[in-house]
């Protein structure tokens, strides 16, 4: 995990905070935000403090896990992106005890290429300050806007697979960048 916040030309990425609540229950309530995420927003601002305490527990037990985006002139908190070290429970594609790039961000910051800044910085930071030599990730492949800023950054598609999560069923594309 860095041990201080990542900035970029227009975001500042830092861990994500309790007092983000607010930020997480606009982000993961949002249907929209959801609809290549299983279609199941949240609806309660618990629901948004338990994905909080999540991701907290990851930092302490993985070392790493999803950053807040926060913007650096306004100060908004925009969504998250980062890498999740994914556990056997967790695993996607068959495969688990990898690196995994992901983001999420409110819908009135889409489209403005801050999805592709953070995901470019969490690569840089990756291959230039650690070990790790190979960053995986996974969208679902309707999911145009995701996958263009995976293969913008650097990511290849080398695979599909259906992923099973709650019930649910969708077509995904599996994405590798080595260092
Ligand atoms: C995926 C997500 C982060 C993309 O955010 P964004 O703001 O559109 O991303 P960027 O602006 O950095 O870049 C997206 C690129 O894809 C393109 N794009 C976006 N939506 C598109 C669509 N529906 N069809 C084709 N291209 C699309 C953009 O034009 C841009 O490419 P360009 O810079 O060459 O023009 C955003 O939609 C989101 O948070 N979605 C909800 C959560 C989610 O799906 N996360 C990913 C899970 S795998």
Redesign the pocket.
């Known amino acids: 995990m860095p041990n201080q916040p990542i900035e970029t030309e227009r975001l500042i990425l830092r861990e994500v905070l309790t007092t983000d609540v607010e930020g997480m229950f606009e982000l993961d309530s949002n249907p929209?935000?959801?609809?290549?995420?299983g279609n199941k927003p949240i609806t309660t601002k618990e629901q948004a403090v338990k994905g909080i305490e999540f991701l907290q527990q990851q930092y302490k037990e993985r070392g790493i896990a999803r950053w807040a985006v926060i913007h650096k002139e306004t100060n908004e908190f925009m969504?998250w992106s980062g890498i999740k070290y994914l556990n056997e429970s967790e695993q996607m594609n068959g495969v688990y005890n990898i690196y995994e790039l992901?983001?999420?961000?409110i819908?009135k910051?889409?489209?403005?290429?801050?999805?592709?800044?953070a995901?470019k910085a969490w690569v840089d930071y990756i291959f230039k300050e650690t070990n790790v030599k190979t960053l995986y990730?996974?969208?679902?492949s309707p999911?145009?806007?995701?996958v263009?800023?995976l293969q913008?950054i650097g990511f290849e598609i080398t695979g599909e697979f259906v992923f099973e999560w709650e019930g649910t069923k969708s077509d995904c594309y599996w994405l590798e960048q080595h260092k």
């Not at 910051?109 to 800044?117: L, Q, R, V």
């Open positions: 929209e935000v959801h609809k290549h995420l969504g992901g983001y999420r961000f819908p910051f889409w489209g403005k290429g801050y999805a592709t800044e995901a990730a996974a969208a679902d999911n145009k806007g995701s263009n800023v913008k």
